[in-house]
């Protein structure tokens, strides 16, 4: 059951988010350290299914983010697209989906395999995010819109999430505060990310 406290956590792993944008925005090459913040964060709150369990179902984001992140760290720019870099990225891309999504069918929820689940809005925003980090890794800007892509989706979820439990019990209704932050953190976290992506492209 989701409590207050597991929302209010979940506010500050947004938060981090957002200085992610702005880190990213600023070609700061410490920017990927507050994806990784959010997601211990996001462990320790899926931790109530189980620690293992949260670590498996985040283990494809960590990965790419660990690994992008020291990328960055040596050297934070963008090259320009080449038809064998993209290909790289893909098949990247298909691989390490494909590998968490036999973990997550051994140890986590076997039932991952239907088409409606996996492409449900919580599992395609969480590939889109593994996608968008590998592009990033690979240096390709692209990759900044499918992290945007999400944030703004997941910011219009909080939104409707907030107006949905407006007739709720009370300890329910506590977390609409908490959502209404979260929607506008991601949404600004979101339009920042298109602004780099923009500012990458031009400098490319």
Do not use: H
């Amino acid at each position: 059951m989701i409590t207050l406290d597991y929302v209010i956590y979940d506010c500050i792993a947004n938060a981090c988010l957002l200085g992610f944008a702005i880190l990213l925005y600023k070609k700061n090459k410490y920017a990927w350290m507050f994806v990784l913040a959010s997601l211990i964060i996001k462990v320790f709150i899926y931790g109530k299914y189980g620690i293992t369990t949260s670590f498996i179902y985040l283990s494809a984001q960590i990965l790419t983010t660990v690994v992008t992140g020291y990328i960055w760290l040596k050297q934070s720019n963008y090259t320009k697209p080449t038809q064998k870099v993209r290909l790289l990225a893909i098949v990247t891309s298909l691989i390490v989906l494909l590998l968490w999504v036999g973990v997550m069918y051994k140890y986590v929820n076997p039932y991952i395999l239907d088409y409606e689940l996996l492409f449900g809005f919580d599992y395609l925003c969480y590939m889109l995010i593994v996608i968008g980090a590998i592009f990033v890794a690979f240096r390709l800007a692209i990759g900044l819109l499918f992290f945007s892509v999400v944030f703004i989706s997941y910011a219009v979820n909080y939104a409707n999430s907030a107006m949905i439990i407006s007739n709720a019990p009370q300890n329910i209704r506590d977390f609409i505060p908490y959502y209404w932050i979260s929607a506008v953190l991601l949404f600004i976290a979101g339009i920042i990310i298109v602004a780099a992506y923009t500012n990458a492209k031009r400098n490319i």
